[in-house]
C-alpha cells in the first residue's frame, strides 16, 4: 500500500485540465493502486489524478459498493437534480450545498482499458459528476450555493 499526498484546494495542479490516458502502463496501474490506497486511507468516496499531482484523466470512487475505476471519463447522458452537501479530500474539514444531476450515465475505460459504462443515481450520481470536474481543472467550490461551513466527524 501506498499513499500519496493529496493536493489542498490552492495548489495550481487542482486548477488545470488533465490529458487523456492512451495506453496503460505499469506506472499508471501502480497509480491506480495508490489512488484507491489514498482514498480509502483518507475516507473519502472519490479520488481524481489532480488531487495527487497528476493531469491524467483518471479517478477512482467507492461509496460504498466497491471500487470504480474510470479512465478518461465522460458524462454522456444527464437528468434530474438534487441539491446536498458535498464536500472534497482536497478542502478537508469543509462543505457546501451543491446542485448535481440526480441520474448519470458516464462512458469511461476500467484498469484493463477495456470500454464500461456506469450508471449513478443520488451519491453515485453526485461522485461522478465532481471527479469528472477535477480531471478539468474545477472544485466544488465554485458551485456551492450559499457558503462553504464546517464538518464534524463522528468517531467511530
Ligand atoms: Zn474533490
Given at each position: 500500500?501506498?499513499?500519496?499526498?493529496?493536493?489542498?484546494?490552492?495548489?495550481?495542479?487542482?486548477?488545470?485540465?488533465?490529458?487523456?490516458?492512451?495506453?496503460?502502463?505499469?506506472?499508471?496501474?501502480?497509480?491506480i493502486d495508490d489512488?484507491?490506497?489514498?482514498?480509502?486511507?483518507?475516507?473519502?468516496?472519490?479520488?481524481?489524478?489532480p488531487q495527487v499531482?497528476?493531469?491524467?484523466?483518471?479517478?477512482?470512487?467507492?461509496?460504498?459498493?466497491?471500487?470504480?475505476?474510470?479512465?478518461?471519463?465522460?458524462?454522456?447522458?444527464?437528468?434530474?437534480?438534487?441539491?446536498?452537501?458535498?464536500?472534497?479530500?482536497?478542502?478537508?474539514?469543509?462543505?457546501?450545498?451543491?446542485?448535481?444531476?440526480?441520474?448519470?450515465?458516464?462512458?469511461?475505460?476500467?484498469?484493463?482499458?477495456?470500454?464500461?459504462?456506469?450508471?449513478?443515481?443520488?451519491?453515485?450520481?453526485?461522485?461522478?459528476?465532481?471527479?469528472?470536474?477535477?480531471?478539468?481543472?474545477?472544485?466544488?467550490?465554485?458551485?456551492?450555493?450559499?457558503?462553504?461551513?464546517?464538518?464534524?466527524?463522528?468517531?467511530?
Open positions: 500500500m501506498a499513499l500519496r499526498q493529496i493536493r489542498i484546494q490552492g495548489d495550481a495542479v487542482l486548477e488545470k485540465t488533465c490529458r487523456e490516458v492512451k495506453e496503460m502502463t505499469p506506472r499508471i496501474r501502480e497509480l489512488m484507491l490506497d489514498t482514498m480509502y486511507d483518507a475516507n473519502g468516496v472519490g479520488l481524481a489524478g499531482g497528476v493531469l491524467k484523466r483518471i479517478c477512482v470512487i467507492d461509496i460504498g459498493d466497491g471500487p470504480i475505476v474510470l479512465v478518461n471519463p465522460v458524462i454522456v447522458s444527464s437528468d434530474g437534480e438534487q441539491t446536498g452537501d458535498e464536500g472534497c479530500l482536497s478542502l478537508p474539514g469543509k462543505a457546501g450545498q451543491v446542485t448535481r444531476p440526480n441520474h448519470v450515465i458516464v462512458r469511461a475505460l476500467n484498469a484493463d482499458m477495456e470500454e464500461i459504462e456506469v450508471e449513478g443515481e443520488t451519491l453515485l450520481a453526485r461522485a461522478l459528476c465532481h471527479e469528472i470536474d477535477h480531471l478539468d481543472g474545477h472544485m466544488y467550490t465554485e458551485k456551492v450555493e450559499g457558503s462553504l461551513h464546517d464538518v464534524t466527524y463522528e468517531e467511530d
